[in-house]
């Protein structure tokens, strides 16, 4: 049977090698992205294989390439800053760690609370309240209801002995805080509690930012932290 090309034949290895290669995508495809090597390379035979009755603007050849130059600084400075942030944060995880299985006061209800020991947490109000009232709890319900005197704007250092309303030692664990008082239009209010917790690890969230878990299994951020102690 005649060939349909002359000077290939379906015994023609070269042939097939071509028909294989090109069908195969992946073999023929560039490796890298084109960088600014390639396009000067690009740019130079273009120009030597120009029209010269026709030739081509060289000012918007030289403007990509300043762009390309642009898009390259502005990589590799990206890099230097993702390498800087990483390591930033590595740092910042290291010293943080050393506050592992210290004490600290942080915005929260539910606090460590150490048997025979006085548990200490602040009241944060934004306006006078009177009629405060705190209420501790635990799982098992209601511990201890303490009736504090009328508070200013501001912060209010609240001690607790451990003893529930019966005056029995509570043993150490996880406690909760309520507090409630009363403002100035005869309403009820809530009011922020700062707690003390210890915390039993540290890490990087997905943002980025620093979070404690405390030995309540809660796990707060940095900024919560209003205190540390040994």
Known sequence: MADYFPG???SNTDYLEAM???SNPSSSAPNNVMGQADFLMLLTTQLQNQDPSEPMDPTSFVTDLTQMSQLEATTKMNESILAMTQ???NLQTMQAASIIGKNVQVDGEDFSHTQDAVSQFRLSSDEPLTDVTVVISNAN?????LSIDDIQAGEK???WNGLDNFDRAQSS???SLT???TDANGELQSINTVVPSRVNSVGIDSSGGMTLTLATGERVTM???REISG
């Open 87 to 89: 390591g930033f944060q």
């Open 179 to 181: 507090a409630y008082g």
């Open 20 to 22: 294989q290669q090109s």
């Open 141 to 145: 319900g209601v511990v201890k209801e």
């Open 223 to 225: 900024d919560t932290v």
């Open 157 to 159: 250092i609240v001690d």
């Open 8 to 10: 290939v034949t379906t």
């Open 173 to 175: 664990g996880v406690y």
